[in-house]
């Protein structure tokens, strides 16, 4: 088995807002964790802590719950790590703001028999079959609005976590059974990848190459080779910014099973 994981800030005069993990269980198989705290506009969003602290409380939860609790779906996991990371600030906290801290979340948790899966918001999944072939899980809600509704603070919080919407991890945990959940026998699955989208913008946004390109990068040139190729797009004068901003925090994790 072979892991490979990197992150980077979006600028680094800021903290990184993702979490990356990667944990093997004394049970076997192995547990990817990958989670992009979506940052705020400016303004109260009710919280004291911020959304480098929601990530880091959220994630560790998630890893520790999915290694060790393998009776437990990844859906379900989520709803608990939600639950567990609300009430650490409950009491602090204005968890009913629209824009109380949340992030995307992407799970892989595989052993012998199957590969399990969970992504909820725009971070991406990536497997890669034994002939080579690599289907992306997407959760593709964000995607189906249009950029100028999203341009309004207002529109957007009226459609986080909302019917019609998009969803992320934030204080609900009810919102785990919005994710997009799957499982795939083992022996279908060669390799997986987990990426937020300011690594994922790769292929999303500056069409340099297809999903599988993209999984061949990280297999032959790390994830820190990915970022770096990201980081040198963005840098490009000639290149518009990609969406709202030229640099995002970009993780990837890349596991060979």
């Known amino acids: 088995m072979r892991i490979d994981l990197a992150s980077a800030p979006g600028n680094p005069e800021r903290p990184?807002?993702?979490?990356v993990s990667a944990a093997i269980p004394a049970t076997g198989g192995?547990?990817?964790?990958?989670?992009?705290?979506?940052?705020p506009p400016r303004g109260d969003d009710g919280c004291a802590h911020g959304?480098?602290?929601?990530?880091?409380?959220?994630?560790?939860?998630?890893?520790e719950l999915s290694g060790s609790r393998r009776d437990m779906p990844l859906d379900r996991i989520l709803a608990r790590a939600i639950g567990d990371t609300a009430d650490a600030h409950r009491q602090t906290c204005?968890?009913?703001h629209a824009r109380t801290p949340q992030a995307t979340v992407v799970m892989v948790r595989w052993d012998g028999a199957r590969v399990e899966h969970l992504v909820l918001s725009d971070s991406v999944l990536l497997?890669?079959?034994?002939?080579?072939g690599v289907t992306a899980v997407l959760d593709d809600r964000l995607d189906r609005?249009?950029?100028?509704?999203?341009?309004?603070?207002?529109?957007?919080?009226?459609?986080?976590?909302?019917?019609g919407g998009f969803f992320t991890a934030a204080a609900d945990p009810a919102v785990a059974a919005r994710a997009v959940t799957g499982h795939t026998p083992r022996g279908e699955v060669t390799a997986v990848a987990a990426l937020t989208d300011g690594a994922s913008r790769w292929t999303d946004t500056f069409r340099e190459g297809d999903w599988a390109?993209?999984?061949?990068?990280?297999?032959?040139e790390g994830a820190e080779g990915l970022i770096g190729r990201v980081r040198a797009i963005e840098s490009d004068?000639?290149?518009?910014?990609?969406?709202h901003k030229r640099h995002d925090d970009a993780s990837a994790v890349y596991a060979e099973l």
Request: hydrophobic share 45%; proline share 9%.
């Open 16 to 19: 990184n807002e993702d979490w």
């Open 30 to 39: 192995g547990v990817l964790v990958v989670l992009d705290g979506v940052t």
């Open 51 to 63: 959304v480098p602290w929601f990530s880091a409380r959220l994630g560790g939860r998630l890893t």
């Open 94 to 96: 204005d968890l009913s």
């Open 127 to 132: 497997l890669r079959a034994p002939d080579g």
């Open 145 to 163: 609005i249009p950029r100028e509704v999203l341009g309004s603070v207002a529109a957007t919080d009226a459609l986080r976590n909302a019917d």
């Open 213 to 220: 390109a993209c999984l061949d990068v990280l297999r032959e």
């Open 237 to 243: 004068p000639l290149r518009p910014p990609a969406r």
